[in-house]
């Protein structure tokens, strides 16, 4: 395995009991599990929109499967993948199904045309490089299928902001470590975690212009989530968040929540404001016009796959 996979998988090795925490609070308290609730939720109505109950899904990057019950839930028949074993054995256990095995989403361990659709939520930023994943995601879609991708923002300036203040911690903390200890000649104690890997960021019209070239037709773009936070701004915005669950629910005590979330769904949608957005989710349909050397439409192909065959001796669910 390569160095920088090593590195994401250990992190997120690690991480397998948190992150299935981060789901498990009904009314999400901290800005990470309203990112993640929320992702969850437009996800779910992204895919239910156009993806027929009954199909089959492949869940790439699946983490400890909350994403892949809930579309079980659903009456989707899931598959899922990723590079973090204990991750693994948290999908298995929580949906029930050994369906769920260690796999690289840049070698997707199933054949072509497999799966009527793709989720792929918070894994491609940690690819060296998009293309390779968004190849094999496109290869195993049938013609037709659809995916479902979440990403970061590039654009949002609460990420920027975080950014900045990163980097004069860093620099502040450095400057501690020289005066309390490299001046005065006193052994330095070893420093911190070592740092997790960071996620790439992507701007929409490049990302959409990628998508394009590899055969993909953006559907609908959401973008949500007011902050992803790495850096101690996290903790400073936090009481804002809180301020604004209780504003919220008060609206919808007065409005009713499917009105509020009429509302929302509607403000994800609006360009004018969602470049402000932590993260970006995209459907896309993957165009596949050649079968047989006959140029067909995908609406002639159908979008139900064949049964499903993982690739012998790569995928041991
Ligand atoms: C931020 S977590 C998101 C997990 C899950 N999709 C969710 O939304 O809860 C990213 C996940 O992608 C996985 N991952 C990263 N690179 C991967 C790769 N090349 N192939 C498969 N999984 C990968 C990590 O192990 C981790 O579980």
């Not at 496109?138 to 654009?155: E, F, M, Q, T």
């Amino acid at each position: 395995m390569k160095r920088w996979k090593h590195h994401v998988s250990s992190y997120f090795s690690e991480r397998a009991t948190q992150w299935v925490a981060f789901y498990a609070d009904a009314e999400p308290r901290t800005i990470i599990t309203q990112n993640l609730n929320s992702r969850q939720r437009f996800t779910l109505e992204l895919v239910e929109a156009a993806i027929p109950a009954s199909s089959k899904i492949l869940d790439a990057g699946c983490g400890s499967g909350v994403t892949a019950a809930k579309l079980m839930q659903r009456g989707y028949t899931v598959w899922g993948i990723d590079l973090a074993e204990p991750m693994i054995r948290q999908a298995r256990e929580l949906c029930g199904t050994d369906q769920f095995g260690v796999g690289d989403i840049e070698h997707i361990p199933f054949a072509d045309n497999t799966f009527d659709g793709v989720v792929s939520l918070g894994v491609i930023e940690y690819q060296e490089s998009d293309e390779q994943a968004l190849r094999e995601i496109h290869r195993v879609l049938s013609p037709g299928g659809r995916a479902v991708i979440a990403i970061p923002n590039g654009r949002s300036p609460v990420r920027r902001m975080d950014d900045v203040v990163l980097r004069v911690v860093a620099v502040l903390r450095s400057a501690y470590y020289i005066v309390k200890y490299r001046l005065r000649g006193r052994p330095a104690p070893v420093r911190g975690i070592p740092a997790g890997p960071v996620g790439r960021r992507f701007h929409r019209e490049r990302w959409l212009l990628l998508l394009r070239r590899l055969g993909f037709e953006p559907e609908e773009l959401i973008c949500h989530g007011w902050g992803w936070f790495r850096s101690p701004l996290g903790r400073l915005v936090q009481p804002l968040f809180k301020t604004r669950t209780v504003f919220r629910r008060g609206i919808e005590r007065l409005f009713g929540r499917a009105l509020v979330s009429r509302i929302s769904g509607r403000l994800v949608r609006s360009r004018a404001r969602n470049w402000l957005a932590a993260e970006q989710i995209v459907r896309v349909r993957a165009i596949k016009e050649e079968i047989g050397g006959v140029v067909m439409r995908n609406q002639q192909l159908g979008l139900h796959a064949g049964p499903v065959a993982p690739i012998e001796g790569v995928f041991r669910p």
